[in-house]
């Protein structure tokens, strides 16, 4: 079950918060270079788990092994240059060029002086290039649309250059042509790059297809963990989320995929 | 494109730099009584312009500066941290706790000093810090509370500072009210260099510290979590600026009272004047509230000569206007932060 070398380690891992359990006990770990779908119906802990990770959410118990060093070592900057995060919401609209919050980025790797080195600026223009949004860098983060703006969010995250990415439902609030831009843009990213990702979704079928490992959570506890085709079967997903479900093999891979139920 | 606009923004703040100078000497040559520059040298010192021009016009004009750049600054900075483009200090209830400091000290009627500083001043500054550490303390309680809810917290106690300075009022004698009224009124006019001199290292230490978190006020104005992800560590900088523009605006406010809306507008009308990124920002409106409370206290001091009306009137006379024309002009849409996206 584990990865050949563990980068992320997970054990019994608990959160509660304003008296009630979100996490329970959540044990996992992921090895360098995979992809794991984090899935499973609306407040199983999904984001919860996310922002544990990236030390949003603090006083969880349990422990969190990142790179053979616990997380609570790691420095904010130093855990920085190791996670970074593309976040649900499309945050505040905040008054920057999409080149300067993109560029935002680079903190981890700052001094006091608020100049870009050289290489600050490679990684930036790198990010942007990756992401297809180097023409948009003049641009004003609230004049982008839906799709451009998750593209810059991803690009601020890639900037940061760290190993794990860390995305909530990132492709939600996309059209199908945006979505597969960015999808593609993800599986470049993770060809080049090799990075390490944990993607939190609803989107069973692209999670079949993009990843290379799918963890279920159900009322904050791991309800299944394995390869998101084993995962794919009327039983697992009936037990996860309490609904019926149709499947049909995908025309060309032959992946079992889920399909809407016609309706009576 | 963006070299220009880099460009028009870096001249901009040279030419706010250009213009603190030239209001910082001119200023004090203007007054019920225009003192040349010839007289001044002509003079001999102990001729009544010398005196006026060096124990009361400099040390006024110095201190305005500093007390607008300082307030402004420190507004700038809680509406980073707050993402809340109405947070200033005095929402927070420092200039409350510190009124309220004041008043009770006025009222009490015990003078002292200590290391050279008025009891006055260390009241007020008192009654400022027990504000902050009463707004901090609250946030610390609940993790989970929101910045909104601290903002909420700051305005409650902000008055019931009021109410109790009232309470005090309504207790004091004649000659205690005055008192009272009048340094709620703010008050620039100081003779002698003490105050710059208690002044000056605080504002500009203050300055220093949060023109070096240019980056961190940026990061914050992206939003919590998203700022903690690229690395801030969130609590310490919140600590840091905390503790920073309290004290700066508790030793302001507790020396000259408090005088509002330069905090809250002179940081928005930079925003329009060269963007939101904070390391030209800060500057920006450093330079900017300085001028901007020397030349209101300039015509608060000339307009009905020899009355002087009190400055905190003439800030909000002339920059209410001035706000309200630059956000509906079109250079406030180039922002964003300032049109909705519904019409």
Known sequence: ?264 | MREALRKASANLLILLGILALLVVLVTPFIGMQTITPASLFSAEPSSMDVKIFWRLRVPRTLTAFLVGAALSLSGLTFQAMFCNPLATPFTLGIAGGAALGAALYIRIGVVFALLGISGQTLSAFVGAALAILLVHGLSRMRRDFSMAAILLAGVAISFFCSSFILFVQYLSGFTHLFQITRWLMGELAVTGFAAVRELAPLVLCGSAVILAMGKELNLLTTGEELAISRGLNLRRTRNVLFLTTSLMVGGLVARCGPIGFVGMMAPHICRLLVGADHRRLIPATFLFGGCFLTLCDTLARVLIAPAEIPVGVITALLGGPFFVWLLISDGAGSTGFYRSNAT
Not at chain 1, 90 to 104: L, Y
Not at chain 1, 157 to 168: G, S, T
Request: glycine share 8%; proline share 6%; net charge positive.
């Open chain 1, 1 to 264: 079950m584990t990865a050949p070398k563990d980068l992320l380690t997970l054990r019994d891992v608990s959160l509660r918060r304003r008296g009630r359990a979100v996490l329970c006990d959540v044990s996992l770990s992921l090895g360098q270079g995979e992809r794991l779908a984090l899935v499973g119906p609306n407040g199983a802990g999904k984001t919860t788990l996310l922002k544990c990770l990236n030390r949003i959410l603090t006083g969880w118990s349990g422990s969190i092994t990142l790179a053979g060093k616990a997380l609570q070592a790691y420095r904010h900057r130093e855990l920085a240059r190791w996670m970074a995060y593309v976040p649900q919401s499309p945050g505040q609209a905040a008054p920057f060029s999409v080149e300067g919050f993109v560029a935002m980025g680079r903190y981890p790797y700052q001094g006091p002086v608020a100049r870009l080195s050289r290489q600050d600026r490679q990684a930036v223009g790198d990010a942007l290039d990756l992401t297809d949004t180097d023409s948009l860098r003049d641009r004003p983060l609230y004049a982008l649309s839906g799709g451009e703006r998750q593209r810059v969010m991803l690009a601020a995250a890639l900037a940061q250059e760290a190993k794990i990415l860390l995305l909530d439902e990132p492709t939600v609030f996309l059209d199908p042509r945006h979505e597969a831009a960015f999808c593609a843009v993800l599986a470049r990213v993770h060809r080049e790059r090799g990075l390490t990702m944990i993607t939190v979704t609803h989107d069973l079928n692209r999670a079949a297809l993009m990843h290379d490992r799918l963890v279920a959570l159900k009322d904050g506890q791991v309800a299944f963990s394995g390869t998101p085709t084993s995962f794919m079967s009327r039983t697992e997903l009936e037990a996860v989320y309490e609904n019926p479900f149709l499947l049909a093999p995908h025309p060309t891979t032959g992946h079992p995929m889920v399909l809407p139920e016609a309706p009576a």
